[in-house]
């Protein structure tokens, strides 16, 4: 599965971006999908993740109730909507799969996308 991610940008502190990332092959309905995020100088984290067929959704603590994660099963396409952002949120943003559940971690996803570079200013 090759996964394009895109939608970053530069954005004032407050204000809101979304995220897509378009999978090549169809997801299959046992799948996760997840977006993760890597700031400079720091460990890539866990964002937020989604049971591609149910679609439960998991979030991170530092975004619960800002962003939202979501998918078009049709479009094969994921989303990230992004609202209140923070000059903390500020990160190289990475769409990904995994075979099985909603993984919070790295090595529970098997392909990833290019990532993303979303910028929040103060």
């Known amino acids: 599965v090759q996964l394009q991610a895109s939608g970053g940008g530069l954005v004032q502190a407050g204000t809101s971006l979304s995220l897509s990332c378009s999978a090549s092959?169809?997801?299959?309905?046992?799948?996760?999908m997840g977006w993760f995020r890597q700031a400079p100088g720091k460990e890539r984290e866990f964002v937020a993740g989604i049971a591609w067929g149910t679609g439960r959704t998991k979030h991170a603590d530092s975004v619960q109730g800002r962003f939202i994660i979501s998918r078009s099963t049709a479009k094969n396409t994921l989303y990230l909507q992004m609202n209140s952002l923070k000059p903390e949120d500020t990160a190289v943003y990475y769409c990904?799969?995994?075979?099985?559940?909603?993984?919070?971690?790295?090595?529970?996803?098997?392909?990833w996308g290019q990532g993303t570079l979303v910028t929040v200013s103060s």
């Open positions: 990904a799969h995994s075979k099985t559940v909603i993984g919070t971690i790295v090595r529970e996803y098997d392909y």
């Open positions: 092959d169809r997801i299959y309905s046992s799948a996760a």
